[in-house]
């Protein structure tokens, strides 16, 4: 499994993902299937250069409470083992470790269900932390519901350590916050 970058050449690959159910938000889960679906079928080349977007262009994002919020510098990259196996994702705000309250966290990921418990959640992280070095971050958080083992042991195995259990009030809801090192 590598990364690469999100191009019209494996979009058809993310499209039939994303007709099968799954989602790349592990927030909003079909909302955000069905919003992507739609920009995609707008307009594929707007959609694909959005994902590699360090200068936090584009509209604000919308959070669960309906309430916009400026949109972070971001970069999007796909799983790909020969076809399309799912998305990881790494935000950050220039100068600073820091994020605002209703980002989670730096890096979120997700595989396709058929792929899954191959490896490629651990490999893909190992891979990200890569780029989020070459920002300058001295760490990266991550947060997972109490209840993803799987999620838990992916960041464990990437050097990363428990911080806390806290609320979400952004999300209502409770999650682990983890933190790995970068130095």
């Known amino acids: 499994m590598e990364l690469v970058v999100p191009s ?5 690959g993310y499209v039939a993902a994303l007709q099968r159910g799954w989602s790349a938000d592990n ?3 079909e909302t955000a299937a069905r919003e992507e679906l739609a920009a995609i079928t707008a307009d594929p080349d707007a959609f694909v250069a959005l994902l590699d977007n ?3 262009k584009g509209d604000p994002i919308s959070l669960p409470d ?3 919020a400026p949109r972070l510098p971001g970069i ?3 799983m790909w083992d020969g076809e399309f196996c799912g998305s990881i994702g790494f935000r950050w705000q220039p100068g600073t470790a820091a994020l605002p309250s209703h980002v989670l966290g730096h890096i979120g990921y997700a595989v396709v269900p058929w792929k899954r418990q191959r490896g490629y959640a651990t490999r893909a992280l190992a891979l990200m932390l890569d780029e989020a070095r070459r920002e300058g ?3 990266v958080e991550l947060t997972t519901d109490p209840d993803n083992d799987p999620s838990q042991k992916v960041i464990q195995a990437n050097g990363g350590v428990f911080v806390e259990r806290f609320s979400s009030a952004a999300y209502g809801k ?3 916050r983890f933190r790995i090192p970068l130095a």
């Open 54 to 56: 360090r200068e936090a």
């Open 76 to 78: 999007r990259r796909w």
């Open 27 to 29: 927030v909003r889960l």
């Open 66 to 68: 309906g309430s916009k």
């Open 174 to 176: 409770d999650e682990l």
């Open 8 to 12: 019209l050449e494996y979009l058809d």
């Open 137 to 139: 971050l001295p760490y």
